[in-house]
């Protein structure tokens, strides 16, 4: 493994150039369902940034997202996790994922009810429940600030694509 050597003011520190990735696989982290477990999302690699959360924190943090998306998730119980203080973790929070905590949670709360509204008829209600909002209007009012459409046209429009591409396949087949 070669080295990269930085000269600070104060002291010379030497990184590695590459970084040993052999506990950091792609993983799946899983949701529940009632017809079995299924992954939610597919976690990336954690990259390394200045000022970011370690490896270790970063696959913590997902996990602990994905495992909770339906309660109610503090950014203080997240910087627990990863022994930081509130402030520094959301600092090193932002520099990992790109994003505020907030917003992570959200997006993949959003992700989640697109999930449930795929592969149930659940009400929309239900769904909101179920991946953690406060209600259905809360549900919807975020769903449309981060899809652009209202949760029940986006559900239509998908089903629909899916049911499309379902009967191409079965004429295709004949």
Not at 41 to 70: C, D, H, M
Not at 131 to 158: I, K, V, Y
């Amino acid at each position: 493994m070669s080295s990269l050597s930085l000269s600070g003011t104060r002291r010379n520190w030497t990184l590695p150039r590459t970084v040993n990735t052999a506990g950091l696989q792609k993983t799946s982290p899983v949701i529940p369902f009632i017809d079995g477990i299924r992954p939610l999302t597919t976690v990336a690699e954690p990259r390394l940034v200045k000022g970011g959360l370690a490896p270790w924190q970063f696959r913590n943090v997902i996990a602990y997202v994905e495992l909770n998306i339906s309660s109610q998730i503090k950014v203080e119980a997240l910087a627990g996790i990863c022994r930081l203080s509130g402030s520094h973790f959301a600092r090193s929070f932002k520099a990992s994922f790109g994003e505020t905590p907030y917003n992570y949670i959200l997006s993949k709360r959003i992700e989640m009810s697109q999930i449930l509204m795929l592969q149930s008829n659940d009400a929309l209600a239900q769904i909101s429940l179920s991946c953690g909002f406060a209600d259905q209007a809360h549900f919807c009012n975020l769903f449309r600030r981060f899809m652009g459409c209202t949760p029940t046209e986006w559900r239509s429009l998908h089903r629909s694509a899916d049911q499309i591409a379902c009967s191409d396949i079965l004429h295709l087949r004949n």
